[in-house]
């Protein structure tokens, strides 16, 4: 076996062995499923926002992760960067179409998760609480964001 990237033929496209170390996709899944990489890109979903409005969207993120991870996903191609020529610069972020590809599972499985802790009438963080676990996954969904719903 050689080493670097590994790379599978499935018909006529490559794959990429995600579970090889040197595999380049597997920089991107690190990326997207890293503490902070989902929160991202499901607070992106539905709309463009600034660095301001995408820390104040997810609770509990520092200023110097959020700009971290939005540099990774930058990197990656999952993330646009919209620096406005005005003084001082506005920097807005938004999903390219290949990010919201990838967020588009991650929006269906975090729905499916709070459904599951809403059934019984409970809210998700109680039930989170009644079970002693964080309530970290209280919901974002619920909360308005910039005056929206989601």
């Known amino acids: 076996m050689r080493e670097g990237a590994q790379l599978t033929q499935a018909g006529t496209s490559n794959r990429y ?4 170390t ?3 996709a597997r920089d991107v899944v690190d990326h997207v499923t890293s503490r902070w990489g989902i929160w991202v890109l499901i607070s992106l979903r ?3 926002l ?3 409005e995408l820390r104040d969207s997810i609770q509990g993120i520092s200023e110097k992760m959020l700009a971290q991870t939005l540099r990774a996903l930058v990197q990656d191609g999952l993330v646009r960067r919209e620096v406005a020529p005005t ?5 807005t972020y938004g999903l390219t179409e290949f990010g919201q590809d990838v967020g588009e599972p991650l929006t269906d499985l975090f729905n499916r998760i709070t459904r599951r802790l809403a059934v019984g009438g409970a809210s ?3 039930r989170l609480s009644a079970t002693g676990r964080p309530a970290s996954l209280s919901s ?3 909360r308005p964001r910039n005056g929206h719903r989601p």
Request: hydrophobic share 30%.
């Open 17 to 20: 062995d995600v579970f090889h």
């Open 22 to 24: 040197d595999c380049p």
């Open 46 to 48: 539905s709309n463009d």
């Open 50 to 52: 600034r660095f301001y």
């Open 87 to 91: 003084t001082p610069p506005q920097v």
């Open 124 to 126: 998700a963080t109680e």
């Open 140 to 142: 974002v969904a619920d």
